[in-house]
């Protein structure tokens, strides 16, 4: 663990309602190395989210971390109250989320936010604090950063609003970033533009980022790693080349075919049948069974584990040694 900048470990995450327990996110556990990119994709209700917000301590009630263990740079964090969590949070840890508007006050310019959140995690005073708000915003592409540090949000673009998140989100120079979907909302050009950013962060900072998103052209760009979920569990989990060269999941492949190649001509796309289960029915066995081209006897009985096929992991009894 002392190696790795976040280490998550077969974490659980409940919804208690009067009747049952919902499982939203079940045994999930993956590293993530210093100056490293690691995608988490899924379709909606995978639980990709729900791990990020677990990460930082942002799960909203009645969620809760039923069991596991989260590590942050050798620190244990999912133990840790409200007022613990909330110096790591900014200054080990930032957040990037899908719609910069909820990560900015509109009442506020974005300099007093940006000075207002070094401030918080930084030993410097207020005249120091806005030489690195300034530095920040030219850091991150925005054009002017001495005029714009007087405006407010409305004044920005919207790839110039997420800009200045990922500013806040470097303010206190954090070594993990978690990316909730940041390039959703924004144009083709615009997301490149993130992207380059996102990458750049890890080269020049050793900033370790999550990057969770539904988009496999962007993990393909940014990750240098990617970890594909479905109801709420880990289906694959390796180097990005391998995966979408390679997939071992029948998920994961199906997700890959869905995607057409540059110059190819087709009549439909290819879609994987039927839809992600919710979570009030799962199927027993893997839950991916129903929909999935490959499946015999032992996957609607049996939930396959992650198998190691040399540092690339995936749950399929397809690549078990035994598929009685």
Known sequence: MDTN????????IEFPQRRRTLVAVDDVSFDLRRGEVLGVVGESGAGKSLTGAAIIG????PGRIASGKIWIDGKRVD????AEMNKIRGRTVGAIFQDPMTSLNPLLTVGQQLVETIRTHLPLDRAQARAR??????EVGIPAPEQRFLQYPHQFSGGMRQRVVIALALCADPKLIIADEPTTALDVSIQAQIIGLLKRLGKEHGTSVVLVTHDMGVIAETADR???MYTGRLAELGKVADVIRSPKHPYTAGLMSSIPAIGQSLDRLHQIDGSMPRL???PSGCAFHPRCPHAFERCQRERP???DLDGHKVACWLHSESTL
């Open 305 to 307: 584990d992650l198998l």
């Open 79 to 82: 133990n840790l109250g409200p």
């Open 58 to 61: 942002l799960l909203r009630p």
């Open 5 to 12: 900048v976040l280490s998550v470990e077969n974490l659980r």
């Open 280 to 282: 009030t029915a799962i």
């Open 133 to 138: 708000a300034v530095s920040l915003l030219a």
């Open 226 to 228: 990617v970890a594909v």
